[in-house]
């Protein structure tokens, strides 16, 4: 019996058309695009490593996401908005995608005593990149 592959997180759909629309991709392009990358034809059909290859992709052909800035802004002493998107990607890597940002606080709750990304000082941030990177590595190791 085959699995039906979950579909992308909406948000993460909703993210590709507005980076799309920003770029002004053509349709015959952008579905060239989604082809080449991901060997589909529909956003929902990505992979979510093939997710952050479109988006680097995309980050190549001139697209800045502001999602990160407008949820926590610039914030001396806490966590950049770099730092935030990096974590979330490396959670997103470690959990399969399956992780929920809820879970990432329980985890810098548990880890940091920190209860949400939001409160992650800047230094602390570093460390937990540091942290997600080996855990990540270690997962991925056969």
Do not use: C
């Not at 990505?46 to 502001?66: I, K, N, P, V, Y």
């Not at 880890?111 to 949400?116: C, D, E, G, P, V």
Request: proline share 3%; glycine share 8%; charged share 30%.
């Amino acid at each position: 019996m085959q699995h039906k592959r979950k579909s992308l997180d909406p948000v993460k759909v909703r993210l590709i058309q507005v980076a799309r629309k920003t770029l002004g991709l053509q349709e015959e392009d952008y579905r060239d695009i989604l082809m080449h990358v991901g060997g589909v034809s529909s956003s929902r059909d990505l992979t979510d490593e093939a997710f952050h290859e479109l988006m680097e992709l995309f980050a190549r052909f001139g697209f800045q996401s502001d999602a990160n800035r407008a949820n926590l802004g610039r914030r001396p002493g806490f966590a950049t908005a770099g730092q935030v998107a990096t974590i979330r990607r490396l959670w997103s890597d470690y959990t399969d995608g399956a992780g929920t940002e809820g879970q990432l606080g329980h985890w810098l709750e548990r880890t940091w005593k920190i209860s949400a990304l939001r409160f992650l000082p800047e230094k602390e941030a570093r460390k937990a990149i540091i942290v997600l990177k080996k855990m990540t590595s270690r997962k991925t190791r056969p």
